[in-house]
């Protein structure tokens, strides 16, 4: 099974798709969709465009068979959290177009998963999914957290198959 994982942001989407063999994770590949390039201002319509395009192109060529996406959190300027609000409906959008589940995740939720702390630095994050994926190179910190959604949305998804086997042992 493939799984992608998006960590949502209008100027810096992270994507990063990982492989999963019964308890075995696998690295495919990861990188970041910018928009906005030098700092340059664009409008928001194009920046969505460009992510939309940018996800639909990668779920295409990993063809993933489940995705997973950060939730967002409440930023101290509201009208930043809108315009993320927005990125993470393109997040959404992309992978529930091309007929993918998508998990949704609190970032303390996969620090969890991941590092086993839910109020883990991005450092310790990044470390685990090293550990966790031996050899792999981050495209960015936007690429390993994205990485990180990927990993927690397995664990959950293997959990849920566990809990799906034993149950049918018990019925008889």
């Known amino acids: 099974m493939r799984v992608l994982g998006i960590d949502p942001g ?19 590949a990861n990188g970041v969709i910018r928009t906005g390039q030098d700092g340059a201002e664009t409008e928001l319509g194009a920046r969505l465009s460009v992510l939309f395009r940018g996800l639909c192109a990668v779920i295409a060529q990993y063809a993933p068979d489940a995705a997973a996406v950060e939730q967002t959190f409440v930023n101290r300027d509201a009208a930043g959290t809108l315009k993320l609000g927005q990125a993470r409906g393109i997040a ?3 992978p529930a177009e091309a007929g993918l589940q998508v998990g949704e995740y609190a970032p303390n939720a996969v620090k969890k998963t991941v590092v086993g702390v839910g109020h883990a630095g991005k450092e310790q994050v990044q470390h685990m999914v090293r550990v966790q994926l031996p050899g792999v190179s981050f495209a960015g910190p936007d690429a390993a957290d994205a990485l ?9 998804l293997q959990g849920r198959a566990l809990r799906v086997v034993s149950g049918q042992r018990g019925v008889a």
């Open 10 to 28: 209008l100027r810096n989407m992270g994507w990063g798709v990982i492989t999963v063999e019964g308890s075995r994770l696998g690295h495919v």
């Open 148 to 156: 990180a959604i990927a990993i927690c949305h397995a664990h959950h």
């Open 92 to 94: 959404l959008l992309a």
